[in-house]
């Protein structure tokens, strides 16, 4: 069966710093791998896809992230924290039947 | 890109009412869509699949005769809480796979709240 773990529940930068948000997943093919962004009471915005294609994966707002097969994981990157990033963030994987598994969920908190 | 709308973005009902929610795909078809619900503070957990003219499948532990679901046409899937209670106060989110079904495409959600 197919999972994903958010290793941190919360992360906290200051703004201006690197963020990490971190990924694992467990899969017995090649997974599709995605981020999205959540702001409070809203829906989900796509924030990068992996799909087999480059291991690191650019997308909005300054994100990456890289698929990493060996460690089964596909960590969040950001060089520098703005205010407006704080927000929750999901790590998900598309099964078989095309839909989503979702991890537990990083609430990213910025200190100014 | 493609977009899934839905609606009410939030809705207030009593206790014992029923409640709609719409979910319609406004520029493509989607013959499946997936309704999930997230508690306060939790990751969102899938509900049931919606399949164009046919029943829904629904995950282990989720009423189907509590959450209707109807998929009548290939751009519209409805979520019916039936005699809403306030255990059922929620957000649900709707999304639909791409035509390529290389990513999904979400609603904007909708905020139950049951009084």
């Known amino acids: 069966a197919q999972s994903v773990t958010q290793l941190d529940s919360h992360v906290s930068v200051s703004e201006g710093t690197p963020v990490l948000l971190r990924c694992n997943y467990s899969?017995?093919?090649?997974?599709?791998l995605f981020w999205y962004v959540q702001h409070p009471n809203k829906g989900l915005q796509l924030l990068l896809k992996?799909?087999?294609?480059?291991?690191l994966v650019k997308g909005i707002n300054g994100f990456e992230a890289e698929f990493k097969k060996s460690e089964t994981s596909f960590h969040l990157t950001k060089p520098s924290a703005h205010m407006s990033d704080a927000a929750e963030y999901f790590c998900a994987l598309m099964d078989s039947s095309y839909k989503l598994i979702f991890g537990s969920g990083t609430r990213l908190l910025v200190r100014p | 890109g493609a977009v899934v709308s839905q609606h009410p973005s939030w809705v207030i009902c009593k206790s014992g009412t029923s409640v709609k929610i719409e979910c319609r795909s406004l520029?493509?078809?989607?013959?499946?869509m997936f309704w999930y619900r997230q508690f306060p503070k939790q990751s969102l957990m899938l509900m049931a699949t919606s399949n164009e003219g046919s029943k829904a499948t629904y995950e282990q532990g989720v009423e189907k005769d509590k959450f209707l679901i109807n998929h009548a046409s290939l751009t519209l899937s409805t979520l019916t809480v039936t005699s809403a209670h306030p255990e059922d106060s929620s957000f649900y989110i709707c999304?639909?796979?791409?035509?390529?079904?290389?990513?999904?495409?979400f609603g904007q959600g909708t905020r139950l709240t049951v009084v």
């Open positions: 992996y799909t087999s294609a480059a291991t």
């Open positions: 520029d493509f078809q989607a013959t499946t």
């Open positions: 999304s639909a796979p791409s035509g390529s079904l290389t990513e999904a495409f």
């Open positions: 899969s017995s093919y090649s997974p599709s």
